[in-house]
């Protein structure tokens, strides 16, 4: 992004917005807009009155769902099968102003959180130019959110990650793809130590839940169902997959651990 910038003579600034040198700053430029792409902090309400025609943040859900931290995390974790792109207006609530436009998007059964950020980063491209062209000229809608009809979520953190196995095996499936690569990953404990798993799959089966029910293919017990386990590492260790994990570690091992 500060490559972008320096190419376009944009100054490019990383220290926090809110800081009072910083107000100064864009009160000195008079913008007449405010634009807020994937910021993580929340922005004063002396910022946000500064512009002449407002203050617009990009998020990354159909709001009013989704509002909030993470949402394209969430999203995935909790199996949605759609969310989106919305451009609003920045209030003192997070993700609470007025929309002024906005597209939904899939999310496959096979997607990870990383490829639903790209469609709705996508998504998102589209929105601001439809967007732009009308905010501009004082044509763009804005359309009161209903926040009765949406959801909040905070952020997570990589202990979120642990894998309750008495959930059903749909469920712990999400949770693996709503945080694997680039995020932290979901993960369990085998033999005292820390095991991420980045990749898996949900098949029918039962047993007691953390069970290893079969070594090739990996499979694993849950709550309902079984999760094929496609690949995974121990700390400080390498990422394989399941065949290769089950030959290194001569698998003499009978279950997953929720703690160590």
């Known amino acids: 992004m500060r490559e972008l910038a320096e190419q376009h003579g944009i100054p490019c600034l990383t220290s926090d917005i809110n800081l009072p040198e910083n107000v100064e700053r864009v009160r000195s430029l008079a913008p007449a807009f405010i634009f807020s792409f994937y910021y993580r902090n929340m922005i004063s309400a002396e910022l ?25 995390n969430w999203a995935v974790i909790n199996g949605e099968t759609e969310t989106g792109a919305t451009l609003h207006y920045m209030v003192a609530k997070p993700d609470a102003g007025d929309i002024v436009d906005q597209e939904r998007i899939e999310i496959a059964f096979s997607d990870t959180a990383q490829d639903v950020f790209g469609k709705v980063t996508d998504a998102a491209v589209r929105v601001i130019a439809r967007a732009w062209p009308l ?34 095996a749909v469920r712990i499936y999400n949770l693996i793809r709503g945080v694997t690569h680039p995020y932290p990953g979901a993960f369990t404990w085998l033999g005292g130590k820390k095991l991420t798993i980045w990749q898996a799959w949900p098949v029918e089966g039962q047993g007691v839940p953390g ?20 690949s995974l590492q121990f700390e400080g260790g390498q990422e394989c997959a399941a065949a290769e994990f089950v030959v290194q570690n001569s698998m003499p091992i009978t279950s997953f651990q929720e703690n160590p």
């Open 211 to 230: 069970q290893i029910m079969s070594q090739s293919p990996l499979l694993v017990a849950t709550g309902q169902g079984a999760l094929e386990i496609r």
């Open 48 to 72: 946000l009155a500064i512009p002449r025609l407002g203050a617009l943040n990009l998020h990354g859900s159909y709001l009013p769902r989704y509002r909030g931290r993470v949402p394209v």
């Open 135 to 168: 905010l501009r000229n004082g044509k763009a809608a804005r359309i009161p959110m209903d926040l009765a009809e949406g959801s909040y979520y905070g952020g997570r953190k990589p202990d979120d990650g642990l894998i309750d196995w008495t959930q059903s």
